[in-house]
């Protein structure tokens, strides 16, 4: 499995962005897909997840009711919309594939390369 993350940006406190992933192979629509993140100088977290299925979702706590995810299985995608955006939501954004729990950040083993997001208070 392939995955490519696009859409980062610079945005103000309180914009939107949507951030892409492409991913690519034959069973990509069985695994779980998550984004995670990770600011300078702080290790990796959990953004969001949806399972293979699509049936299920899950998100951090820090961004329940202002992100969002959810996957297209026709164009193999899977977005993360992004509301209400404050400067601590500024890091590197990754998506992975998991064919374990969406919910274990260590059960992710493909990881595609990250996107910069920037919020300017």
């Known amino acids: 499995v392939q995955l490519q993350a696009s859409g980062g940006g610079l945005v103000q406190t309180g914009g939107s962005l949507r951030l892409s992933c492409a991913a690519s192979?034959?069973?990509?629509?069985?695994?779980?897909l998550g984004w995670f993140r990770q600011a300078p100088g702080k290790a990796r977290e959990f953004v969001a997840a949806?399972?293979?299925?699509?049936?299920?979702?899950y998100s951090a706590d820090s961004v329940k009711g202002r992100f969002s995810i959810v996957r297209d299985y026709a164009k193999n995608m899977v977005y993360l919309q992004m509301d209400k955006l404050n400067p601590e939501d500024t890091a590197v954004y990754f998506c992975?594939?998991?064919?374990?729990?969406?919910?274990?950040?260590?059960?992710?083993?493909?990881w595609g390369q990250g996107t910069q997001v920037t919020v300017s208070s």
């Open positions: 992975a594939a998991t064919f374990g729990s969406i919910t274990a950040s260590g059960a992710y083993i493909y």
């Open positions: 192979g034959r069973t990509v629509s069985s695994y779980g």
């Open positions: 949806i399972s293979g299925s699509g049936e299920s979702t």
